[in-house]
């Protein structure tokens, strides 16, 4: 399979604790992008990676979350001392950045559900 | 900024009926694309359709089509002869060209298909 894939796909934790979800973006791909849907609402922007860089973040990213790519593959997107209003569907995409201006895109991993007890 | 406003939360209809959803967006940019995804109860998004801003031409892809409309910044998608399986959330989104191309979501409209 050479879909986005993402992993878990469910946590439960407690508030307070940390939580790492991992990305593991399209081969070849050099954006890849973290969305996070709540209930009822559609997906928000949370952040943006060209390769290793990460390169724009949302003001929705508080400084309790922290978002990687290291060598511009997989990414993890970390959430420290969660909080019951953290609990959402965290979704990653991927898209290859093409030569002349164009959309180019993006493929959505089936998500990762987070719920803070 | 943009913004995408789907004024429908939730849609029921019979099986076979014919059903439009909503869009109307806001950009100032004069190249941007739209899009539509559906979130089955599984969660995953799936692409549904892709225009950019040049092409205002109306698609037909089996029982779904889309009606592009520039002058009131509409992007309707209409369902016909709905069955049970098109039930889902409904998602209008909108990128510009320029920039990490983020996409920007409407709230959503569930469609409820009964038989």
């Known amino acids: 399979d050479t879909g986005v894939s993402q992993n878990p796909r469910h946590k439960i934790t407690k508030r307070g604790q940390n939580v790492t979800f991992r990305c593991d973006p399209i081969?070849?791909?050099?954006?890849l992008y973290w969305y996070r849907q709540t209930l009822g609402q559609g997906p928000e922007f949370l952040t943006y990676?060209?390769?290793?860089?990460?390169?724009?973040k949302s003001r929705l990213l508080s400084d309790r979350f922290s978002a990687e790519r290291p060598k511009g593959s997989f990414s993890t997107l970390e959430i420290q001392r969660t909080e019951q209003g953290d609990s959402a569907m965290y979704l990653c995409?991927?898209?290859?950045?093409?030569?002349?201006?164009?959309?180019?895109?993006?493929?959505f991993g089936p998500g990762t559900r987070l719920t803070v007890l | 900024a943009q913004k995408v406003t789907q004024a429908q939360t939730e849609i029921s209809v019979v099986e076979k009926e014919d059903v439009t959803l909503d869009c109307v967006y806001e950009?100032?940019?004069?190249?941007?694309?739209l899009f539509w995804y559906k979130q089955p109860p599984s969660g995953e998004l799936v692409f549904l359709i892709r225009?950019?801003?040049?092409?205002?031409q109306n698609e037909i892809s089996g029982r779904y089509s889309w009606n592009f409309q520039k002058s009131t910044s509409s992007f309707n998608f209409t369902i016909t002869a709905s069955q049970v399986v098109d039930s889902a959330v409904y998602f209008c989104?909108?990128?510009?060209?320029?920039?990490?191309?983020?996409?920007?979501f409407g709230t959503g409209t569930r469609l409820l298909v009964s038989p």
């Open positions: 995409a991927s898209s290859s950045r093409g030569q002349s201006i164009s959309y180019n895109e993006q493929f």
């Open positions: 081969s070849e791909h050099n954006r």
């Open positions: 990676f060209q390769n290793e860089a990460q390169l724009e």
């Open positions: 950009t100032r940019d004069t190249t941007y694309y």
């Open positions: 225009r950019n801003s040049f092409d205002e």
């Open positions: 989104a909108l990128s510009v060209s320029t920039g990490f191309q983020k996409l920007v």
